[in-house]
């Protein structure tokens, strides 16, 4: 089963930054925290992930809490393309990749 | 680079048919695995691999048979198609990296349905 806990929707007007958060509250120390998108039942997409730090990409920011318990993905300016279910998960990447339900972004005009 | 192809992209069985589902990578990635997502659901893990000859279940395999006897071609088979196998198959793969390179690619699913 999953470990991680979303709220299952949010919204973000156009060219804000959404701040998508997750809660961790079984992760383990060898684990990292991923997030994956999907975008309109196509396949997910990976977007970023950290295990301690905070990460940057070009898609994304990674905030995680110093006790590892919760972390926050940040798209600085959300697009209308922004669109799409966000998934956390809690991954020892020698293991299995298990998705919980995600949070379904709506980005408004 | 072609990343990971599923065929075929929509399939109809009758039930009690079997049928293969195809997936190939082409990134010599070590793990593989197929996921079922359900309408509105997420996404949940069927079978994986972590290499040639080695397969393990996962959430929810019942039903369903696997082999990987390359490490390009991961195929699930659908033994007895039920209506309750109605959904979007989704087969991934991934490196065994253990830097950064560790995310999953997925296809872009197999949208099966059975009558």
């Known amino acids: 089963d999953a470990k991680t806990t979303q709220p299952p929707s949010m919204d973000c007007a156009e060219g804000r930054a959404a701040n998508l958060p997750c809660n961790h509250s079984?992760?383990?120390?060898?684990?990292?925290v991923y997030w994956y998108r999907q975008i309109h039942s196509q396949g997910p997409q990976y977007i970023i992930h950290g295990l301690k730090n905070n990460e940057t990409n070009e898609m994304a920011s990674l905030i995680i809490t110093e006790d590892r318990k919760s972390s926050t993905l940040i798209l600085p300016h959300a697009t209308l393309r922004d669109t799409a279910v966000y998934y956390c998960?809690?991954?020892?990447?020698?293991?299995?990749?298990?998705f919980g339900q995600g949070t379904e972004l709506s980005v408004k005009p | 680079n072609a990343g990971v192809t599923q065929t075929p992209k929509f399939q109809v069985l009758k039930t009690g048919q079997s049928m293969t589902l195809q997936c190939a990578q082409d990134m010599n990635h070590e793990y593989m695995s197929w996921y079922r997502q359900d309408p509105g659901m997420g996404l949940r893990l069927i079978h994986y691999?972590?290499?040639?000859?080695?397969?393990d279940q996962g959430e929810v395999p019942n039903g369903y048979n696997v082999s990987r006897s390359t490490t390009e071609d991961f195929p699930l088979r659908l033994l007895s198609a039920a209506p309750s196998q109605t959904s979007v198959y989704f087969c991934?793969?991934?490196?065994?990296?253990?830097?950064?390179?560790?995310?999953?690619?997925f296809g872009q699913g197999t949208r099966l349905t059975v009558v």
């Open positions: 079984t992760i383990s120390g060898n684990e990292y």
């Open positions: 991934a793969s991934r490196s065994r990296d253990l830097g950064r390179k560790t995310e999953a690619f």
């Open positions: 998960i809690d991954f020892n990447q020698g293991g299995k990749l298990i």
């Open positions: 691999s972590v290499g040639a000859g080695i397969t």
